[in-house]
């Protein structure tokens, strides 16, 4: 790995059938007065896409997400406002977490939760509760769009949010996760570090970027200090090696990994 010094990319063109998608960084304080912890969610094994991999709670927006966004987005662009639909519906699904939703109490959550994974549609939800979501509270910070041709390509928007209160056990959506963890970024690196879990590339790099915040509040003024651009990593040559790269004026800590190291997917 080296620090921040990559060239900035020549301008990136979103590849053909990328998939829109949406993750979820939920901060919490930590019991040990340290750093926030992060939800984690471990990808089953079973999974194309980065399977066994640790990553944010999230994944692909469907085409009811942008319905919810049109009815309940408040002005957000439409593409921003049905990721962060997509971010909150599933993290519901995988984790058993209400973030967002203000109205949906939290003996609640189970039910809906089972209606979402039984396929009763976001927004029908919504309507027959009379809810509102709180797509607000979701800070943007990234967006990124790998192209690795041994792996699916999705269009992933980020975004950090502060835990909500909750008492319940968290459990995962067995049919795509095996584990849940709370961890704060630098906890987590140091794990991957000692191959205890793994990370995939873009991952790894928010991580980083996340291990220079101490809590939420301080992530979230963190973010609004740098651009919300398409990152579309490519390789360079350097020093006779090959390496993964990305731009250097988004707030990453580090740019670049030697290619043969990298877990694209």
Known sequence: MTDATSPTAPPEVLPDGAIPAATLVIMRPSDSGGADEILMVKRSAKMVFAAGAVVFPGGRVDPDDYRVARLYGFGIDEADGAARVAALRETLEETGLAVGWPGLAEEEVADVRRALLGGTLLSDILAARGDRIALESFVPFARWCPNFKEARTFDTRFYAVAAPPHSHELTVEEAEHSHIFWASAEATLAMADRGELSVIFPTRRNLERLAQAADFTDFSAHSRQFPVELVTPWI????????????????????????DRVRRG
């Open 236 to 259: 360079e040559d350097r020093d006779g090696q090959s390496h993964l790269c990305i731009p250097a004026h988004l707030g990453y800590p580090v740019t670049s990994e030697v290619f």
